[in-house]
């Protein structure tokens, strides 16, 4: 988990971007009616505007109030790591999930000024959280921890190792 605020941004960076690719080859499979190589490559046309987002969401709002509500859940201080991870991916996804369901809403189903607009975002929302929240737990969250462990533990075994 990251321990700086340069970590915490890296680790935000590389979470966002696992989830929203898949997420959005999700929603592109839907969309379209078919999981195929194509959406693989498609996804990467709306990843950026959607990876930004989701970034910028995290770092200013999401993730500090993820942690607060988390942490009314179940007490970090008595809890082993594994249920502070859960918790605080599972709230992650619950604030998130419509957040990001807006934006791809707004972005890509039509816009706010469409009749529809607030069935469309709740459809959507509905439809993406089962899928955020695997994706979460099953996927981008181990992968991402890994990921990561793997580049802040070695690159401290090097730092600890130049100071010798």
Do not use: H
Not at 5 to 27: D, H, R, S, W
Not at 43 to 65: D, K, Q, S, T
Not at 71 to 91: D, R
Not at 124 to 148: D, K, M, S, Y
């Amino acid at each position: 988990m990251p321990k700086t605020k340069f970590q915490e941004i890296i680790f935000t960076a590389l979470m966002a971007c696992v989830m929203v690719y898949g997420l959005v080859c999700y929603n592109i499979t839907l969309s379209i009616g078919d999981f195929t190589n194509k959406v693989l490559l498609m996804a990467f046309g709306e990843l950026p505007i959607m990876w930004l987002v989701a970034v910028a969401l995290e770092l200013l709002f999401v993730g500090v109030l993820s942690k607060i509500i988390a942490f009314k859940i179940i007490n970090p201080a008595e809890s082993q790591p594994f249920f502070i991870i859960a918790a605080i991916s599972a709230t992650s996804v619950w604030l998130m999930c419509p957040l990001m369901s807006f934006v791809a809403t707004v972005l890509f189903k039509g816009g706010l000024l469409q009749s529809e607009f607030i069935s469309i975002w709740i459809k959507t929302t509905v439809l993406n959280f089962p899928v955020a929240f695997f994706w979460q737990f099953f996927v981008a969250g181990p992968l991402v921890r890994l990921i990561f462990g793997l580049i802040f533990n070695r690159k401290n075994a090097l730092v600890a190792k130049l100071a010798e």
